[in-house]
Nanobody, 128 residues
């Protein structure tokens, strides 16, 4: 499975960005998908996740501001993260990841150990 992100960039405090991720290959068995972020000096954290059945998870810090969505067919998954009202503390490298694990396990393993395939990351910078 190949995972490729796009959509990062520089935005002002309060601005909006939309991240996209394309996972292709043998994706039929992928059950969970999510966006992680890591900023210097901090641990990688799960920001938002979605299951193949549409269940969602959001970190407390992004609830009400970020929205995760996905579209899939037998050969490709398109995962998006709409980020509104961005804050300087949202600045980080954002990574898309997909997993064969069930959503309950995936969403409760915030460090990323439950993810099986990762993208290369896309940088989000928020200026104050």
């Amino acid at each position: 499975v190949q995972v490729v992100e796009s959509g990062g960039g520089l935005v002002q405090d309060g601005g909006t960005l939309r991240l996209s991720c394309a996972a292709s290959g043998s994706v039929v068995s992928i059950d969970s998908m999510g966006w992680y972020r890591r900023s210097p000096g901090k641990k990688r954290e799960l920001v938002a996740a979605i299951s193949s059945e549409g269940q969602t998870y959001y970190a407390d810090s992004v609830k009400g501001r970020f929205t995760i969505s996905n579209f899939r067919d037998n050969s490709k998954i398109t995962l998006s993260l709409q980020m509104n009202n961005l804050r300087p503390e949202d600045a980080a490298m954002y990574y898309c990841a997909v997993s064969y694990s069930d959503f309950g396990f995936f969403s409760q393993t915030p460090g990323g150990d439950a993810s099986d395939h990762w993208g290369q990351g896309t940088q989000v910078t928020v200026s104050s």
